[in-house]
């Protein structure tokens, strides 16, 4: 918040002008009361631009066809494709090209829905503004306002710009869409106040986009466009760049290397052939052999598949995703920033508890503003005094009350103050109906509430007698009050005891209104004023929350299983953050609560990140201190996600490894942003998608599995003849007809793999850990130096044998193929065996390996395939015999898993 403007001769932050009184901030615009002239108006709208957010601008569909292409790995097979065309190779080249349109074209199709995310905001400013012209009031669009005009708000109104207030009556602001706090916010155009006070609590600031729900004022525009608070967050959606997913980090690492290898071993073979004196053009097709035989070509079409497996898997558990690497981001998150208004919070003030004078207590069961639940004592204060004095605080309650709460033939229905509507909720879930009483007690006069008073109060008559009903807060209710209700009858009241049980109300994180009433006078002809109120009787204190979703407890005790991490953001107060944290378990005490201004202090003296490292929950956080936090945990080495439901989460949902927003109570903004929506805005929907993520890895690593060890037994293959002095044992057309065709079926078929149910048991990968680990690599040297051995020794027979090469060549490329259609079953689980496993949990890789067969078989009776590819029919008893040398992976695979797990 610490960016300027000049204006005038001055320069001012943005947070600045709450600390300095009406007349300077007026004086520092350059302005006055009665507003701008129009031609000042005119010269300041060209110096400071109009008051609206840039658009996003969109990449178009061939933007997003090329973009598929930028891979170390497709920079490999772009390069192999070239050197196949200069050596006329035409097939090798047409085979390349085509794995690399279908990619492209997958891809495409998956990731053209481009990010919005300015777009929405700058819908947020679209509105109409009243403003003092030259001392006239005029209407004008909100993209005409400039810094030092003067704004007409009342109730309804969306805040045009940024406003230091000059005249406030009763005023209420919404300002959850940037501080995420539940509660409407009072302001007060009198008050000055520091310099770094959080964005949430300067009551004499409005901000951009905010809503007016209560109230008139009048305020001078301090900042317009990028310079408000909402467009800073615009900026920081529009200029940062988006954070690369962890499997794009990981993929990227790990096709760095293919291509090294790829690289280095060519020059080997080069060498080896060269010093052979093989012909250059032989060397060459073997150095296009050798590219073709370790680059997985069939990766990119694979991987694109597994993802978006993953994106309709999540789309039936609620999770929809926006950005397909998204779909593996969130189960690689080691770390989850969480909003807690909206997503761990319902975003409904509820009524959970009530404490009487005499210190007993019921609990509230129950959410929302559907009046489902009940009121409970325990058991000791289970009795009919204390029955009597619940019914006469509800009673209360109702009177008091300028909401409304009725059912509707879709459900329940509510308008008023959030407050208000609390309430009734409360009275109903007591069996104290607003109907009823209102018509048992009739209204004679009421005092609305008012900011200033802090109460609301009506005059009933009940019973031929003249009451009052008050509520508000206690400070305000406790000079009207000289008894309080207790079990046996009205005592005389014990302040210090009263003030006592509001503390413990307010350590615990609840806000707290006392409810008052009694008899009273009024002289006819006598106007019911707020003097009247006195000798009353205080009835108890209600503590008010926006309590936890039904599922966040389960939910967040579910990521800690997984060894996720959890923190809360939110703006607001920190003992009402605290006391959900402790609810969630999420904190064990308040040391690990840090506010806005400890992070700008820390951030100012560089100790920001040994600040973020032990804290878990972050209160009074501005949209800035947001993003600084998910910097500061991904330089701590952090796969982030964050989610959240409004504009202050904005950039925070861009910086992250993955952005989360909320489908139903999220803005357009940051549904935009995110990369992933939950649609039904459960906390426990994040969970699904961890746990989809984690599924989508794993598939991912095991095609991978399977792609690196057949390509790797290729070289094992390639290597071995070439030591031996042998022709290439398979031309670079069946290599790519082996990696494209029958195995390009079976590693699309195994992405299919379901989840092996113990995704959520262990703890997420390590950020730094690459995709290939320790096991990985063992089962790839195994597998590769017996398929390869094997398959040399098949070749090798052939050829001693009297056999002609293309005899040779088709004989061991039937041979891979079988390895490939048994190796594809150990490749479905790292940790179990084939025989635990039912292959019809998993149909399309059944299917999908009995089709690969077929059509290399019947490319084998197919005339022009034949040719192309040189291979030929085989007896049974040829094909039974390659078969059974092919069931030797199985066995020895199944022994390492027996050893090593």
């Known amino acids: ?91 090798d080249a047409g085979f390349i090209a085509a794995v690399l349109i279908i990619n492209a074209v997958i891809g495409s199709i998956q990731e053209h829905s481009a990010q919005r995310a300015a777009v929405a905001l700058q819908a947020l400013v679209n509105i109409r503004s009243r403003v003092l012209r030259e001392g006239e009031p005029y209407e004008i669009s909100a993209e005409e306002l400039v810094p030092g005009d003067i704004v007409l708000l009342e109730s309804g109104d969306k805040v045009p710009a940024d406003i230091r207030l000059v005249l406030s009556r009763d005023l209420v602001i919404d300002e959850s869409l940037l501080t995420g706090e539940s509660l409407p916010t009072n302001k007060d155009s009198d008050a000055i106040l520091a310099e770094d006070t959080a964005l949430g609590d300067t009551l004499n600031m409005l901000y951009t986009g905010t809503l007016v729900s209560r109230g008139r004022a009048r305020g ?118 969480t909003d807690k208004t909206g997503t761990l919070t319902v975003n409904q003030l509820t009524a959970r508890r009530i404490v009487f004078p005499n210190a007993d207590f019921c609990e509230i069961s129950g959410e929302g503003t559907e009046p489902e639940g009940e009121i409970t004592f325990p058991q000791e204060s289970a009795t009919t005094e204390g029955t009597n004095l619940l019914n006469r605080l509800c009673r209360a309650a109702v009177l008091s009350n300028e909401g409304f709460l009725g059912r509707t033939h879709s459900g329940w229905a509510h308008h008023g103050d959030a407050v208000d509507v609390a309430f009734l909720v409360m009275a109903h879930k007591s069996g104290v109906l607003a109907e009823e009483i209102t018509n048992e007690c009739p209204e004679l006069a009421s005092l609305p509430y008012e900011s200033e008073h802090q109460f609301s109060a009506s005059l009933n008559e009940v019973n031929g007698r003249q009451c009052a009903f008050v509520k508000g807060a206690l400070e305000r209710l406790l000079p009207m009050c000289n008894t309080m209700a207790m079990p046996g009858g009205d005592a005389s009241i014990e302040p210090a005891l009263i003030e006592q049980q509001v503390q413990e109300l307010a350590c615990r994180g609840y806000r707290v209104l006392a409810l008052a009433s009694g008899e009273i006078k009024i002289n006819p002809g006598e106007s019911f004023i707020g003097s009247h109120l006195c000798g009353l009787t205080l009835l108890g204190l209600v503590g008010i929350i926006d309590p936890l979703r039904p599922e966040a407890r389960a939910a967040v005790a579910a990521c800690r299983q ?84 409004g504009a202050n989460d904005a950039p925070a949902l861009r910086a992250a490894q993955v952005g989360v927003a909320m489908g139903e ?39 991978i599995f399977l792609l690196i060890s057949t390509g790797a037994a290729e070289l094992v293959l390639f290597t071995l003849a070439l030591l031996a002095g042998l022709p290439l044992p398979l031309m670079a057309v069946q290599l790519l007809w082996l990696n494209l065709v029958t195995n390009g079926i079976q590693d699309v078929a195994l992405a299919f793999e379901p989840g092996e149910g113990n995704e959520l048991n262990h703890p997420p990968r390590a950020p730094g850990e690459p995709i290939f680990n320790r096991l990985m690599i063992e089962r790839v040297a195994i597998a590769a130096l017996l398929i390869g051995t094997v398959a040399f020794g098949v070749f090798q027979w052939l050829i001693s044998r009297g056999f002609t090469l293309d005899e040779a060549r088709n004989g061991t490329l039937l041979l891979m193929v079988l390895f490939e259609n048994v190796h594809v079953f150990n490749c479905r689980s790292e940790q179990r065996s084939v025989f635990k496993q039912n292959p019809l949990r998993n149909p399309v890789l059944l299917l999908g390996t009995i089709v690969a067969q077929l059509v290399h078989i019947g490319a084998m009776y197919t005339p022009w395939i034949s040719d192309v590819l040189a291979i030929q029919p085989v007896s049974l008893q040829h094909w039974m015999e390659l078969f059974v040398l092919a069931l030797t992976v199985l066995i020895v695979m199944e022994l390492h898993k027996l050893i090593r797990v």
């Not at 993802?307 to 558990?317: E, F, P, V």
Request: hydrophobic share 50%.
């Open 665 to 703: 109570c999220g803005t357009d903004v940051a549904r935009e942003t995110a990369d992933l929506i939950i649609t039904d805005d459960h906390f426990d929907s994040i969970v699904s998608g961890i746990e989809e993520g984690r599924v989508a890895y794993s598939n991912v690593r095991k095609v």
């Open 1 to 91: 918040m610490k960016h300027a403007r000049t204006i005038g001769n001055s320069e001012q932050p943005v947070l600045a002008y709450c600390s300095v009184s009406v007349e300077s901030a007026i004086e520092a615009l350059n302005s006055s009361l009665h507003g701008l002239s129009r031609g000042e108006a005119a010269v300041r709208i060209g110096k400071y631009g109009r008051n609206t957010l840039p658009g996003a601008k969109l990449p178009g569909i061939a933007t997003v066809f090329l973009s598929q292409f930028k891979s170390p790995l497709i920079y490999v097979l772009l390069a192999a494709a070239v050197l196949s065309i200069v050596i006329k190779e035409w097939s």
């Open 220 to 337: 001078i525009v301090v900042n317009t466009g990028l310079d408000t608070v909402l467009g800073s967050i615009a900026a920081d959606v529009l200029f940062q760049p988006p954070t690369m997913a962890p499997l794009q980090v990981r993929m990227e690492l790990f096709t760095r290397r293919v291509a090294i290898f790829v690289g280095f071993a060519a020059l080997i073979m080069f060498v080896v052939a060269a010093a052979r004196g093989t012909p250059f053009g032989e060397v060459f097709l073997l150095a296009v052999a050798l590219a073709v035989s370790v680059i997985p070509e069939g990766l990119p079409v694979a991987l694109t598949v597994a993802l978006a497996i993953g994106m309709r898997r999540m789309s039936r558990r609620n999770v929809i995703v926006r950005r397909l690497l998204a779909v593996e981001a969130l189960g690689s998150c080691t770390f989850i920033a």
């Open 562 to 645: 997984a060894g996720i991490d959890v923190a809360m953001i939110t703006g607001d107060h920190p003992a009402t953050a605290f006391a959900i944290a402790q609810e969630l378990e999420i904190v064990e005490h308040s040391s690990q609560v840090v506010t806005g201004p400890e992070l700008q202090r820390a951030k100012d003296s560089g100790q920001l990140d040994e600040l973020i490292r032990n804290a878990r929950v972050f209160a009074r956080v501005g949209p800035h201190q947001k993003l600084d936090i998910v910097q500061s945990l991904q330089r701590d080495g952090h796969f982030v996600a964050v989610s959240g439901d």
